[in-house]
């Protein structure tokens, strides 16, 4: 799917056999989720114009430049907005600039708590 302003495509990789309705649920998240974070504050920062989201039944979530893996999809209590505000604000690289550094974890957690369905998330951090 494409973001409205068409700067970025989502492709969510399904191995994990979620639901199709769960799936298209997941993708109106994502594309409110993309609004959300990028109305939320602006960075020197460039995200890739393409990121795969990839469901899986690991035990962590994790955002990088291009690829996220979204853990705790079945259950429904997965990180969505905290990993896409680590990929498309800077992702960071052992907490150096060269990747982003503003959004290591804090300001992460903090879109989780506002615009994520995941309120319990911040706990398990």
Sequence with gaps: ??????KITFEIKNDINVPKEKVAILKDEILTAYDNIQQSIHTSYVPSDKITI???EDDQSWGLASKIELTGVKEDIYPLVHEMTHSLLGYGNNFGSDHGYFTQEGFASY?????GKNKLYLKNT
């Design 54 to 56: 990839y469901l899986k």
């Design 111 to 115: 879109m989780e708590d506002q615009y």
């Design 1 to 6: 799917m494409v973001t409205k302003d068409g």
